[in-house]
């Protein structure tokens, strides 16, 4: 980036101490370096400047939404309800099953397996009314989900190169050169004796912008699933 401008100081040599005038004399936001004329400095006010650096814009992170890839597969989601039949509703001590009345839209009566995997078998029937348990369903249960992406970084691969010439005059129209300097880092120039700041206009000689490479992004951590089988009644039975 062009010099953000000049700071004007009565006194010479950039002196601001006590009792010295200072003007900032601002290029505008983004300066292309055209001839701009922030205000007039009075020769009285104008004993020296200070030409302010070229600027470089350090490798940064730009963060940015990350589109998804793709629409979400389709599939079953199982909701498992245990069933809500008193102890003492059955002679005997048998199990009892809900009527189909009293199984909601949607449900099914099921077994679920209790160890992990997809290798439980479903059985052939509950041994009374010879119902059968015969639709298997296998699903995935997300126990632990450490899953996130690394932290995004960029590191300078090659340094810029920028040297801007700077120029000032002392009409509003930068025709009447008073000084020009080849800038890189901040410059303190003494104003001519009873000279005048009016304009001031700027150029690259040397502008190579760097490089910066990109890192990080990369998926780390751990999900931890567990299945899962279900062995149903047909729908409504």
């Known amino acids: 980036m062009l010099?953000?401008?000049?700071?004007?100081?009565?006194?010479?040599?950039?002196?601001?101490?006590?009792?010295?005038?200072?003007?900032?004399?601002?290029?505008?936001?983004?300066?292309?370096?055209?001839?701009?004329?922030?205000?007039?400095v009075a020769p009285e006010a104008f004993g020296s400047f200070l030409v302010a650096?070229?600027?470089?814009?350090?490798?940064?992170?730009?963060?940015?939404?990350?589109?998804r890839d793709g629409a979400l597969p389709e599939g079953q989601v199982a909701v498992t309800c245990t069933g809500g039949v008193p102890d003492d509703a059955c002679p005997g001590g048998?199990?009892?099953?809900?009527?189909?009345?009293g199984v909601p839209p949607g449900f099914r009566r099921c077994v679920v397996s209790e160890r992990e995997g997809d290798h439980a078998m479903c059985p052939s029937g509950d041994g009374a009314a010879g119902r059968a348990f015969s639709e298997r369903f296998t699903f995935w249960r997300v126990i632990t989900d450490r899953r996130s992406c690394a932290p995004c970084a960029c590191a300078e691969t090659e340094p810029s190169r920028c040297e801007a010439l700077v120029s000032t005059y002392e009409d509003?129209?930068?025709t009447d050169l008073l000084d020009s300097t080849v800038i890189r880092q901040r410059v303190c120039h003494d104003a001519d004796p009873?000279?005048?700041?009016?304009?001031?206009?700027?150029?690259?000689?040397?502008?190579?912008p760097g490089s910066c490479a990109p890192s990080?992004?990369?998926?780390?951590g751990e999900l931890s699933l567990e299945r899962r089988t279900l062995c149903c009644m047909p729908e409504g039975t």
């Open 3 to 40: 010099p953000a401008g000049l700071t004007v100081t009565s006194g010479w040599m950039c002196d601001n101490g006590p009792g010295e005038t200072v003007t900032p004399f601002r290029a505008p936001s983004g300066w292309d370096g055209a001839c701009v004329a922030p205000g007039a």
């Open 216 to 220: 990080g992004g990369e998926l780390v």
């Open 194 to 208: 009873g000279s005048a700041l009016g304009s001031m206009r700027a150029e690259w000689r040397v502008n190579v």
């Open 94 to 101: 048998k199990l009892c099953m809900l009527d189909v009345s």
């Open 172 to 174: 509003d129209a930068c």
């Open 53 to 67: 650096p070229v600027t470089e814009r350090p490798c940064e992170v730009v963060p940015a939404p990350v589109p």
